[in-house]
């Protein structure tokens, strides 16, 4: 169905009914990704930064990757971002609903850290390439190339550090460490993949549909395709990360919870690759707007903020949640403001 050629309330009742269809599966996800972490062998940071992370995050690829390869590069761009900056505001929700302590102090891990620090990485590489002339290798930048390669380093590097950790975090009694609740292997183990994957495929799905609602939107509205990814297809195709973090959190799954944030993330920051290859014009970096480029540096400093809160490792604060929470949701919803009321 072309939703440009219908009214404005058909495209919002199909945004309406897949915002539902993601929050349902990403809850669902949750309860299969921590026992697939158990069963797996990976563990729950690896396994909420790859497997969950990855997952979660296909709505939102589906949404930036068409979206790009039909020409609205300013709305592929500003939702596979926007998706990071408000997925990092959902650490801050989650800490609120962990009333035993800081989330941030019960859920320390190494390969959290390091994947804190590959996600500034990446999206700096992004930042770089909208300063540098428009050139393409192959139809898109050859920083988006260099995003790919850096990712797959990072995350091998993550998953080294994790089987052999050369230091750790002190460990105190509201720590949560990450110990298995079921045994390796068996059968279970691929009744649980093959859930995971029909519930991969679901939300596919319902990131297309969603895109496609989000450019009728854009369309029919006054809102530019800035604000409508950052604020529209970004918040609703993140809602797995949530609902996923929230479960994750009443599970007592908290390394999950945190890695399938910043795994998320990191992760999201392939969108971005991804749209530039799929926008076929040229360098999808120039082709938009400035509100792209600004919510990346927001996203940044946002990072930065939850990584000091990690190593910081805060066991109370305002409101029984650390600095960096409070920090992370005046930087968002500060930003966000502004992004509208600039744009």
């Given at each position: ?6 009214p404005?309330?058909a ?7 897949t915002?539902l269809v993601?929050?349902?599966a ?7 990704a ?17 497997l969950?992370?990855a997952?979660t995050s296909l ?5 930036s ?11 592929a761009l500003s939702?596979?971002v926007?998706?990071i900056a408000?997925?990092?505001?959902f650490l801050?929700?989650a800490?609120?609903?962990?009333r035993r302590?800081?989330l941030e ?14 996600l500034?990485?990446?999206l700096?590489?992004?930042?770089v ?5 428009p050139?393409t ?13 850096a ?5 091998r590097?993550a ?11 002190k460990?105190?009694e509201?720590t949560r460490a ?18 995971f ?6 939300v596919?799905?319902?990131g297309y549909?969603?895109g ?18 950052t604020?529209?297809?970004a ?6 990360e949530?609902v996923?973090?929230?479960a994750a959190?009443?599970?007592g799954?908290?390394?999950l ?7 998320g993330?990191?992760?999201d ?6 749209s530039?290859?799929?926008y ?13 480029s ?5 996203t ?5 903020v ?16 650390g600095?960096e ?19």
């Amino acid at each position: 169905m072309d939703l440009m050629a219908q009214p404005l309330w058909a495209a919002l009742a199909v945004f309406s009914v897949t915002v539902l269809v993601i929050a349902a599966a990403g809850t669902v996800m949750a309860q299969v990704a921590d026992r697939l972490a158990d069963r797996s062998g990976l563990g729950e940071a690896i396994t909420g930064g790859l497997l969950l992370g990855a997952s979660t995050s296909l709505s939102g690829f589906i949404t930036s990757v068409s979206t790009a390869a039909q020409g609205f590069p300013d709305l592929a761009l500003s939702n596979a971002v926007g998706g990071i900056a408000v997925q990092t505001a959902f650490l801050a929700i989650a800490d609120i609903t962990y009333r035993r302590a800081n989330l941030e102090h019960a859920a320390a891990s190494i390969t959290n850290l390091i994947q804190g620090a590959l996600l500034i990485a990446l999206l700096s590489l992004s930042l770089v390439a909208d300063l540098m002339p428009p050139w393409t290798l192959f139809g898109c930048h050859p920083a988006s190339l260099a995003i790919l390669v850096a990712y797959i380093f990072g995350m091998r590097l993550a998953s080294e550090t994790h089987k052999e950790p050369l230091w750790g975090p002190k460990v105190t009694e509201e720590t949560r460490a990450d110990v298995p609740e079921e045994p390796q292997g068996g059968r279970a183990l691929y009744a649980l993949m093959l859930r995971f994957a029909l519930l991969f495929v679901i939300v596919g799905f319902a990131g297309y549909a969603l895109g496609q609602a989000g450019i009728a939107i854009s369309g029919k509205t006054p809102l530019s395709q800035g604000i409508v990814g950052t604020l529209l297809t970004a918040v609703s195709t993140s809602l797995p990360e949530l609902v996923t973090t929230l479960a994750a959190v009443r599970r007592g799954a908290l390394t999950l919870a945190v890695g399938g944030i910043i795994g998320g993330n990191t992760f999201d920051v392939i969108l971005v690759a991804a749209s530039d290859i799929a926008y076929r014009p040229g360098s999808i970096y120039h082709a938009t707007t400035a509100q792209p480029s600004f919510v990346i540096a927001l996203t940044i400093l946002m990072t930065a903020v939850l990584l000091l809160g990690l190593l910081r490792r805060q066991k109370y604060g305002f409101a029984n949640i650390g600095f960096e929470s409070l920090l992370l949701l005046l930087i968002y919803f500060g930003g966000t403001a502004l992004l509208v009321i600039t744009g």
